[in-house]
């Protein structure tokens, strides 16, 4: 089992900008993937931004691209993502999610995010 806590959310105004964490425990060993994944009120679940533990560069989805960077510390088994020139649409509840083989996929509890305009 992988558990996984977020936090870092909040309330700021657009072209703000905020950093999310997302600290594992547990059988973090069997994790090759962390991402995170928003949703927004009405709105499925989308990937916002993932990063592979092996090497290999992060993804994102087209509507963060270059505002959002995802990142992590090893010694800290922490992912974070840095959200810069933050927009009303990213106003969402954002999820720390891991993945791994046989079937691992684990998820936080969810980090609230609210942008004004």
């Known amino acids: 089992q992988v558990q996984l806590v977020e936090s870092g959310g909040g309330l700021v105004q657009a072209g703000g900008s905020l950093r999310l964490s997302c600290a594992a425990s547990g059988t973090i060993f069997r994790i090759n993937t962390m991402g995170w994944y928003r949703q927004a009120p009405g709105k499925q679940r989308e990937l916002v931004a993932a990063?592979?533990?092996?090497?290999?560069?992060?993804a994102y989805a087209d509507s963060v691209k270059g505002r959002f960077t995802i990142s992590r510390d090893g010694a800290k088994n922490t992912v974070y993502l840095q959200m810069n020139n933050l927009k009303p649409e990213d106003t969402a509840v954002y999820y720390c999610?891991?993945?791994?083989?046989?079937?691992?996929?684990?998820w936080g509890q969810g980090t609230q995010v609210t942008v004004s305009s």
């Open positions: 999610n891991s993945q791994g083989p046989y079937g691992l996929d684990s």
């Open positions: 990063i592979t533990l092996g090497g290999g560069s992060p």
